[in-house]
């Protein structure tokens, strides 16, 4: 994402109650408004993949929030004693709409490309396996093509039930991002694995907060 010098991210997959998600929407972004605090938590975006079947294995939202905290371990702890975290907001019943698969925390490994301030979705591949040099190759071959605009690669820090191991975000601007993976696959061929599969999904930006450092 654009604009920050970020140390990690804080990853967390959900899905909302059928028929109610815009009251659970309109919870989530009055929560992640609140939650971001200087020299720990700058930046937060939602997204959605209205291709994704809403359980557990394959959930429909994604939110990202940007670290800048050195201390990766210790930083949602940090966050959640933080003494303006917003407590109060699980009090509000939208709350109980949304359920959370899975939420963990991811160092940054390495990125590459220009993240762009008008970005349209991004492809998350999440994966129990560590990069290689034949995803390297397919990652520098994705930016290739000019679909993607950068990508970058993180590593497990901390998370629940049982995230990941590695996360790849690849960030596009392109008209059409719901084809923008299929696209690339055509050119370049399938995302490489060594010892579990790839676990892919393009979601389009819902809503975007921040603070300045």
């Known amino acids: 994402m654009f604009g920050v010098s970020r140390t990690g991210i804080r ?4 899905n909302f109650e059928p028929g109610r998600e815009s009251d659970a929407g309109g919870w989530y972004d009055a929560y992640t408004s609140r ?3 200087p020299g720990l938590l700058v930046n937060a975006y939602r997204f959605e993949n209205t291709d994704a079947a809403s359980t557990d294995d394959d959930p429909r939202f994604a939110a990202i929030y940007d670290f800048v905290a050195d201390d990766l371990h210790g930083a949602w702890h940090a966050t959640d004693h933080h003494d303006r975290y917003p407590h109060d907001a699980f009090d509000d019943p939208r709350w109980t709409l949304v359920s959370v698969p899975v939420r963990s925390t991811y160092a940054l490994d390495a990125e590459r490309g220009t993240p762009a301030p008008d970005l ?9 396996a560590a990069y290689g040099p034949a995803r ?3 990652t520098a071959e994705a930016l290739a093509t000019g679909l993607y605009s950068s990508a970058s690669q993180y590593g497990l820090v901390d998370g629940l039930p049982a995230p990941e191991r590695s ?3 690849l960030e596009t601007t392109d ?6 993976f299929a696209r690339v696959v055509d050119k370049v061929g399938p995302v490489p694995f060594v010892e579990a599969p790839v676990l892919s999904g393009t979601f389009g930006l819902l809503s975007y907060a921040t603070i300045q450092e």
């Open 35 to 37: 939650i971001l605090f």
């Open 175 to 180: 008209p059409d991002p719901s084809t923008v």
């Open 11 to 14: 990853f967390v997959l959900t």
């Open 136 to 138: 390297e190759k397919w």
């Open 120 to 128: 349209a979705a991004v492809t998350l591949l999440r994966s129990y």
């Open 167 to 169: 996360l790849e975000i």
